[in-house]
């Protein structure tokens, strides 16, 4: 399969995660094997191309235009880092090399230059495979002739420095800059005539050979600011095809670079397009259930695998699920449904007073049902605390585990990574806090602050301060309630309760008064069975998009395999 047939057949694996790109490092990597374009057979061999730059070399060697040339090592002794066409020829970097130089470091300010003053650049504008001449420091200190390493346009620039991923990237200047030098951190390699620049950038960025050689060669104990002398640049071993070659691969990669660009702005387009359509969908699935019309609310969601593209959808979807939840607006009302306000009197053991606000409905967060009610958090629990606030003391055996925020996930305990405390430590604690089957845990400081699940399984357990521990009546729902402080909605009441210092924290008395709509108990649990059921449709669909991706990263694999054997 050539890159034509793969172009046919791209909009079968467009969908898989970082198709395009993976597209791009494809074309130019056959690039620079001598697999884009056909050999011509009246095309001169790369080693007569050879030794047309070596005679170049010499005679401006010999006229004392350039310094001693670079000499290349016994080839004959270099591993070859791929196979290459039979017309082609490995050599290294110095033997296209004519001369090269590299400024320095001047004083300079933290900004670019404007107007006419001089500007020193820097590393970031040779970076990413264009020329970028805003990546300057305006130069404060007088520099004598800064014409001598002023940068013009053609000139091939190569960094010296900088993180180990990106050291020793290079660009070709494509535009007159203005006022403009070297810094000590690039150097500018004078190209001979007989090699494309462009063909070298090609190479020099992109291949993994050339990339893993820079890193195994740069020098510099950290990661983030790496070193490659002239010497290590030389060195590099790069393929060389004839001239008009290398001018038929950059005019191919130029062409296919353009059709990935179309891809690129058909493929935002369309991401739009899906994502207008879904917003689109959810807001009619809200005004829907808004009107109590459940019609288009049951064809959204029977059809939701056809109007869902992305697991982000996906996401949107449970959030408006759980909105309309703690909305009374994805069930009906029941009229055989007690009220809420006399859920109290359903209290068994009758010592708690839930005291529904009897003032005007539009104080309160959002418009409820009329057999629905608000209640403060404190008054519809048995119990709301947190752990200790003094750290307990750790021991090496695993007797009682200490739950940290990192335990708490969305809806379930992990304890992959959990400190442990004495049996001691841990019935002094129980006295005041002691977690049971049908709590709900909630983060109560740090960035997962409002996170939260329900205790399923019976486990001893101590909490820390961070993890807060509420205990709804019997008359509540555990499931309803944790649904409702989950929902966007409670959350963001829970954010603007949340009081910022050094780290978010939710104070037990702000938690206390969060505002809970509390619907019948029968709908509390017709609610629930609702919930459960589109968000067991959500996970099918996400374990469905998960195997579309797989199947279309490894169809995106094949095909690119098969080109490019």
Request: hydrophobic content about 40%; overall charge negative.
């Amino acid at each position: 399969m050539n890159a034509e047939q793969l172009l046919e057949h791209f909009d079968r694996v467009c969908d898989a995660p970082d198709a395009i790109p993976q597209l791009r490092r494809f074309i130019l990597d056959l690039a620079v094997r001598g697999k884009l374009v056909e050999q011509d057979p009246n095309d001169e061999p790369a080693a007569e191309l050879l030794k047309k730059i070596i005679a170049e070399k010499e005679h401006l060697l010999n006229k004392g235009s350039i310094k001693q040339q670079f000499v290349s090592p016994d080839k004959k002794k270099d591993p070859v880092p791929y196979s290459i066409p039979l017309n082609w020829l490995w050599v290294r970097f110095g033997d296209i090399i004519i001369d090269a130089d590299a400024g320095w470091s001047p004083k300079s300010a933290s900004f670019p230059r404007s107007g006419d003053y001089w500007g020193v650049l820097k590393v970031s504008a040779v970076t990413w495979d264009k020329f970028r001449p805003t990546e300057n420091k305006q130069l404060i200190s007088d520099v004598l002739n800064p014409e001598k390493v002023q940068i013009h346009v053609g000139d091939f620039l190569i960094s010296r420095a900088n993180t180990s991923d990106l050291v020793a990237k290079c660009v070709v200047v494509n535009e007159e800059p203005k006022n403009l030098i070297l810094s000590d951190k690039i150097v500018r390699l004078c190209i001979t005539n007989q090699c494309n620049k462009i063909f070298l950038c090609f190479f020099n960025n992109n291949s993994e050979s050339a990339r893993n050689y820079y890193a195994e060669k740069a020098s510099g104990t950290s990661h983030s600011m790496k070193n490659v002398t002239r010497s290590v640049i030389y060195d590099l071993p790069i393929p060389l095809p004839s001239l008009a070659e290398q001018h038929r691969i950059v005019a191919k990669v130029d062409e296919l670079m353009a059709l990935c660009d179309q891809l690129e702005e058909a493929q935002a387009k369309r991401e739009h397009r899906r994502d207008r359509l879904v917003s689109a969908s959810l807001h009619r699935l809200h005004q829907s259930a808004a009107s109590n019309d459940y019609e288009p609310a049951l064809f959204y969601l029977n059809h939701l695998p056809r109007l869902t593209n992305r697991p982000e959808h996906i996401q949107q979807l449970r959030q408006t699920i759980l909105n309309l939840a703690v909305q009374g607006k994805l069930v009906e009302q029941d009229s055989n449904d007690e009220p809420a306000n006399i859920l109290l009197k359903l209290d068994q053991k009758g010592s708690h007073v839930m005291e529904a606000r009897n003032t005007h409905r539009e104080i309160w967060p959002w418009d409820i049902p009329l057999s629905w009610n608000w209640f403060r958090l404190e008054s519809i629990c048995e119990q709301i605390t947190d752990g200790e606030h003094a750290t307990p003391e750790r021991i090496h055996e695993h007797q009682v585990p200490l739950i940290t925020a990192k335990n708490v996930r969305d809806g379930f305990m992990d304890f992959t990574y959990t400190d442990w405390v004495s049996y001691e430590t841990a019935s002094k604690a129980w006295e005041r806090c002691h977690p049971i089957v049908g709590d709900i845990l909630l983060v109560c400081v740090g960035a997962t602050t409002g996170r939260l699940c329900i205790l399923r399984k019976k486990k001893d357990m101590v909490l820390v301060r961070s993890v807060a521990l509420i205990r709804p009546t019997t008359t509540i729902d555990v499931d309803y309630l944790a649904l409702a402080l989950s929902s966007p909605l409670c959350q963001s009441e829970i954010w603007e309760k949340v009081k910022v210092t050094a780290q978010p924290c939710l104070y037990l008395n702000r938690m206390k008064s969060l505002s809970i709509p509390l619907p019948p108990f029968a709908e509390q649990h017709r609610i629930v069975a609702k919930v459960d059921e589109i968000m067991t449709l959500c996970n099918q669909l996400e374990f469905q998009f998960d195997i579309a991706y797989t199947t279309h990263c490894r169809l995106l694999d094949s095909i690119l395999h098969d080109a490019f054997t």
